[in-house]
């Protein structure tokens, strides 16, 4: 769904709009080529809701989505937006679901928070809560495909979010939200039986940056990659907000027109894999805090990125759960900003100068295996088309 794509080609609604005679429309949130999504003020409520419009049409995500929600809410384990309504409104010619409101997405919401630092003490809450949700969701039978910073939400202080006038207010520090996930359109069964093999080239689905190594080769999803996309939305927030791979990727992503999505994805495996095998290698050498990863980033990227994990297993989420929980017992007033020291572009770093080098002969080295593969890429045939949804 390209954002400046719009196949609706209008706003479905406008602000003030009344909607199914209950829901007023406050402001438009986002748009894809079949989707648009709203905040408005349930008259009944007065609670801030979402309606999430698709166009109508055969195969929607809606409905795949609504059923995943109603399922959860049933199951009632977990954090998810709850279905208020879903229903095709004829006149505007598309599908609705009213949901709850989740808050402000953790990408606006840690962006917000990026001069106060994010402590490790709010990484730890949020992972935790993460994990605990991404379990329910797969003891649900599903697997989200598309974890990012943007499907997650978190509420701030409950209490104003229920009043009308708080929807304007701007999101306040993340330190005791409540994390939820949201976005199940890409969602898909979990495969449980032995008989049902992964295939290799199989769905480029999902968004680039935060996919996992496997999910970059093109190989079926299972719960292994929901799990290393959390790994990389932490590693995210370790870093202010960047991740390691960002800058090289997207220059890369300038010359995408003469790159197939499988090409694309390919070289975004070898730039992901090197860049985690360096930093582990950098991390066990230097022993200067300030220039090195935090343990427990180290132990999740040994765990649950460079491990071999079956395409079958069930992820070990307990450990996740532990190695996240034993920040507790140390320093919870620790900042970030040692941790984005280490490769965070933007920020000034306190690393010696010997370090700083490395750091950038790291990233020189991803970003000329980049151009490399770019080059081989524009030798190849360039038939492949992706057919499904945007997400990159
Ligand atoms: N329940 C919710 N609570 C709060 N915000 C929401 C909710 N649902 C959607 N949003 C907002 O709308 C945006 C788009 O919604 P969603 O991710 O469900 O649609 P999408 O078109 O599939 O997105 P994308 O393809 O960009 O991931 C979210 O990133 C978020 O900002
Ligand atoms: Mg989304």
Redesign the pocket.
């Known amino acids: 769904?390209p954002?400046n794509k719009n196949r609706f080609e209008v706003d479905l609604f406008k602000p003030k709009e009344v909607y199914d005679k209950k829901f007023t429309i406050v402001k438009k949130?986002?748009?894809?080529s079949?989707?648009q999504?709203y905040?408005a003020l349930d008259s009944r409520t007065h609670k801030v809701v979402?309606l999430?419009c698709e166009i109508d049409r055969k195969n929607n995500?809606s409905d795949l989505?609504n059923r995943i929600l109603e399922k959860l809410q049933s199951r009632n384990k977990g954090n998810f937006?709850k279905v208020i309504s879903y229903k095709v409104c004829k006149p505007k010619k598309c599908s609705v679901i009213v949901?709850?409101?989740?808050?402000?997405?953790l990408?606006?919401s840690c962006k917000q928070a990026i001069d106060s630092n994010i402590t490790v003490s709010c990484i730890r809450k949020i992972g935790i809560q993460l994990i605990k949700n991404i379990r329910a969701l797969h003891k649900s039978g599903y697997l989200h495909g598309?974890l990012?910073p943007?499907?997650v939400?978190c509420e701030f202080d409950i209490e104003s979010m229920k009043k009308s006038d708080s929807i304007t207010e701007k999101p306040k520090f993340i330190r005791n939200s409540t994390v939820?996930i949201?976005?199940?359109?890409?969602c898909k069964k979990i495969k449980r039986k032995e008989s049902q093999k992964p295939k290799e080239d199989d769905s480029y689905s999902g968004?680039l940056a935060y996919c996992s190594l496997n999910t970059c080769k093109g190989i079926t999803k299972s719960r292994r990659d929901d799990i290393q996309s959390i790994v990389f939305i932490i590693l995210w927030m370790c870093c202010k907000c960047n991740l390691p791979w960002n800058s090289a990727q997207y220059d890369a992503i300038g010359k995408r027109g003469q790159q197939t999505r499988k090409e694309l994805y390919n070289s975004a495996y070898i730039v992901r894999k090197k860049i985690l095998k360096d930093q582990i290698e950098h991390s066990k050498k230097s022993n200067k805090s300030s220039s090195r990863l935090p343990d427990f980033m180290i132990q999740l990227i040994n765990e649950f990125c460079l491990k071999e994990v079956g395409f079958h297993d069930k992820p070990d989420y307990d450990k996740f759960l532990s190695i996240l929980r034993q920040l507790k017992q140390k320093s919870t007033k620790k900042t970030t900003s040692s941790v984005s020291n280490t490769m965070n572009t933007n920020h000034k770093s306190k690393t010696s100068n010997k370090e700083e080098s490395h750091q950038k002969k790291i990233k020189n080295q991803s970003k000329n295996q980049i151009k490399k593969e770019l080059k081989k890429s524009e030798t190849t045939n360039t038939n492949e088309r992706h057919h499904k949804?945007?997400?990159h």
């Open positions: 769904m954002k949130l986002d748009e894809g079949y989707v999504v905040k979402i999430k995500y989505e937006p949901m709850t409101y989740q808050g402000w997405t990408k606006d598309d990012k943007s499907n939400c939820s949201i976005d199940f359109g890409l968004n949804k945007k997400k």
